[in-house]
């Protein structure tokens, strides 16, 4: 069992920068691929970035490229996404999620998940 907890989540302007957290329990926590998915009003929940296991690979959608960044620290169990220059498009509920390590896999959908998070807001005023 993994037990996930968002933090960092708020309101910013257009072109700010926002950094989310994922705090995750239990004593496995590097045997997991994470990832981060939000979900804006009116819209299905959509992948945003994923890192494997050790931190070795790293997927992101295009909308977000070059203005996210995924990390993890396995020692501290947690895992960050930065996000820079925000868009009132980002608006969303970002989720974090946690999924067994696949060597490989570019683990960009919900089923290659196992474990969520409640949600952080995030609101981006244009």
């Known amino acids: 069992q993994v037990q996930l907890v968002e933090s960092g989540g708020g309101l910013v302007q257009a072109g700010g920068s926002l950094r989310l957290s994922c705090a995750a329990s239990g004593r496995t926590f590097s045997r997991y691929d994470m990832g981060w998915f939000r979900q804006a009003p009116g819209k299905e929940r959509e992948f945003v970035a994923t890192?494997?296991?050790?931190?070795?690979?790293?997927y992101y959608t295009d909308s977000v490229k070059g203005r996210f960044t995924i990390s993890r620290d396995n020692l501290k169990n947690t895992v960050h996404l930065q996000m820079n220059s925000l868009k009132a498009e980002d608006t969303a509920v970002y989720y974090c999620a946690a999924g067994p390590a696949v060597w490989g896999s570019r683990r960009d959908s919900e089923s290659d998940y196992d474990y969520w998070g409640q949600g952080t807001q995030v609101t981006v005023s244009s």
């Open positions: 890192i494997s296991w050790n931190g070795g690979s790293l």
